[in-house]
C-alpha cells in the first residue's frame, strides 16, 4: 500500500511518527531506556494488524489532515471524536457571525500552554480576521502572577498590593474564585488595575463593551471605575449576603482604557474583566494559569462556576490539562474520576457548546546527558482523556501525535529555530504559533462554506450588580 493513498488515514500518522522517530533517535540520542542509547531501525508494522484495528474502533490516533510539511515541525492532525459532529456547535456559531448574525465564543481552560495567550491568541486573531472581531474577551484586570499577559491588550497594576486567591499543589478546600480560577483581593486604598486597548499592531484596537466581575459580601469596600481617565461609575461591593456583582459599562467602539481603584481598606475582590464589542464576530476567553491540573476546577466556587460560565454562553469550551499531571505520582483512576467530574459539570451547564479536550504535551525526562526518556505516564493520561472525551461527545486533540510521537520535544527543542524551550515542556512562540495553526485547521475541518442557524438575540443594557439570569445570552 502507498503512503500516498493513506493522507487522511489513522495509519498514515502512525507511519510518519514511527518514520520520523526513527530519525530522531538517531541525531539526538534519545532513548526508552537510559542503559540503552544504540541507534535502532523501527520495526515494521503489521498492516492487516492495523486495519483490523481500526475496524474494530480501537483508538488508532488522528489522521492527517495533509502531508508532514518540509520546512517545519508538528503535523496537521485532526480533531478525534465519536461522529466527527463535535465541533458543530463552534461551527453554526461562526457561520453567525460571518453572516452578521451573532458572535461565536471560544473559551479555553488549561495550565501554562493556555496562559502564555500564544496560540490562543493566534487562534482569536485568525479567526477575528474571517469572521469580525467581537472583542478580546475575559481576562483579570490586576495582575495576579508577574508574567500574566494576553496578546493584543494591555494590563497595569500595581500587582504586590493585591493578594492573589488560587488553587495550589495540596490544596484541598473549595475556594470562592472567578471563572478564570482566580480571584483578586485588596485591602488598601489607591491600589489599582488597568486594561486599555492596543496601540500597535493589526489586532485589538477598539472595545465598546465592559463587564466587571466582583465579588459582593458584608464586609466589601468601594472602588472607582474611571474609563479613559474620567470616573464613570462608584461600585459598593458591601452586600448583606456573599454573592457576585457585575458591572456593565457601553462606550463608543473605540480605543479605550478601563481603570479600577480601591477607596478604603476594606476588602474588594474581584473576578475578572469582559472586554467586548457590540457587534457580530468572535470572542476568545484565555483562561490559564500556570502549574495547574484539571482536578483544581473541582475546588472553585461550584456557584460561582456555573453562574459565570453561563454568563459567557460560549459555544465552545476547552480543557488544556494533563501536561503537569504527567509528573504526578497519583493514581489514574483518580485522574479519571476527577476529569469525568470536571467535564460533566462543564456539558451540565453548557450542553449545547462544542466540547475539546487538548492533551498532554509531550513531556521527556532527561536521565543523563544527550539521554531521554519517555514518560509512560503522559500515554495513559491521553488514553484516559480520549475516553472520556468521547464518552461525554467531546472532541479530543493529541498534542503528542501534533508533536510527532514519544520524545519528539527532543527534537523541538533542538532544532533552529526551536519550537521548545530547553526545559522539553514548554513550546517557544516558533511552536506556540505552529500549534494555533494547526488547532485552528483542525477546529474548522468540516464547516460548512455557507449556511446558519438563527440570529441570537442582541445585547441590552443591564445596570451594575445584576443577577447572572439579568443578562440575555448572547
Not at 182 to 189: D, F, L, N, Q, Y
Not at 218 to 242: C, E, H, M, N
Amino acid at each position: 500500500m502507498r503512503l500516498g493513498k493513506l493522507w487522511g488515514s489513522p495509519l498514515a500518522v502512525v507511519l510518519v511518527g514511527v518514520a520520523v522517530m526513527g530519525v530522531w533517535t538517531l541525531g539526538y540520542g534519545a532513548s526508552t531506556t537510559s542503559a540503552d542509547t544504540s541507534p535502532r531501525t523501527p520495526a515494521s508494522i503489521d498492516e492487516s494488524g492495523v486495519v483490523a484495528a481500526v475496524r474494530a474502533r480501537q483508538r488508532m490516533g488522528p489522521k492527517l489532515l495533509r502531508p508532514p510539511p518540509n520546512d517545519e515541525l508538528g503535523l496537521d492532525i485532526a480533531i478525534e471524536d465519536r461522529d466527527g459532529k463535535s465541533m458543530a456547535a463552534l461551527h453554526r456559531a461562526l457561520a453567525r457571525a460571518a453572516a452578521g448574525e451573532g458572535q461565536a465564543r471560544l473559551l479555553f481552560f488549561g495550565a501554562s500552554h493556555v496562559a502564555s495567550d500564544l496560540f490562543t491568541g493566534y487562534i482569536r486573531r485568525e479567526l477575528q480576521t474571517r469572521y469580525g472581531d467581537a472583542g478580546h474577551g475575559f481576562l483579570l484586570p490586576v495582575h495576579p502572577w508577574r508574567t500574566y499577559r494576553h496578546r493584543d491588550i494591555n494590563i497595569e497594576s500595581d500587582g504586590k498590593r493585591w493578594e492573589t486567591q488560587r488553587i495550589r499543589v495540596g490544596d484541598t478546600e473549595v475556594e470562592r474564585v472567578g471563572i478564570a480560577g482566580v480571584a483578586m483581593m485588596s485591602k488598601r486604598p489607591a491600589s489599582f488595575g488597568a486594561v486599555y486597548t492596543a496601540e500597535e499592531g493589526e489586532y485589538g484596537h477598539a472595545a465598546s463593551f465592559f463587564e466587571l466581575y466582583y465579588m459582593k459580601h458584608p464586609r466589601g469596600g468601594d472602588l472607582d471605575v474611571l474609563i479613559d481617565g474620567r470616573k464613570a461609575r462608584r461600585i459598593s461591593t458591601r452586600a448583606a449576603q456573599i454573592s457576585t456583582g457585575y458591572a456593565t459599562f457601553r462606550v463608543p467602539d473605540a480605543p479605550h482604557r478601563f481603570e479600577i481603584r480601591t477607596l478604603s481598606k476594606r476588602p474588594v475582590w474581584l473576578y475578572g474583566l469582559a472586554v467586548e464589542r457590540d457587534q457580530p464576530g468572535v470572542v476568545v476567553d484565555t483562561l490559564g494559569i500556570n502549574g495547574s491540573r484539571v482536578r483544581y476546577q473541582l475546588l472553585w466556587d461550584d456557584q460561582v462556576y456555573r453562574e459565570q460560565l453561563r454568563r459567557r454562553n460560549p459555544d465552545l469550551i476547552a480543557l488544556a490539562y494533563g501536561t503537569n499531571e504527567s509528573g504526578d505520582e497519583s493514581p489514574l483512576e483518580e485522574y479519571e474520576t476527577d476529569l469525568r467530574a470536571v467535564v460533566k459539570r462543564m456539558r451540565d451547564v453548557a450542553p449545547e457548546a462544542s466540547c475539546l479536550l487538548i492533551g498532554p504535551s509531550d513531556r521527556p525526562m532527561q536521565v543523563e546527558e544527550r539521554v531521554f526518556e519517555d514518560r509512560s505516564r503522559t500515554a495513559r493520561l491521553i488514553e484516559v482523556q480520549h475516553r472520556v472525551a468521547l464518552e461525554h461527545g467531546c472532541g479530543f486533540f493529541d498534542l503528542v501525535a501534533f508533536q510527532g510521537g514519544a520524545l519528539s520535544m527532543v527534537q523541538w527543542a533542538a532544532s533552529d529555530p526551536a519550537y521548545a524551550s530547553q526545559d522539553h515542556i514548554h513550546y517557544t512562540r516558533v511552536g506556540y504559533q505552529r500549534l494555533g495553526e494547526v488547532l485552528l485547521s483542525a477546529l474548522l475541518e468540516g464547516m460548512p462554506e455557507s449556511g446558519g442557524p438563527e440570529p441570537e438575540p442582541a445585547l441590552v443594557e443591564v445596570d451594575g450588580g445584576g443577577a447572572a439570569e439579568d443578562l440575555p445570552e448572547r
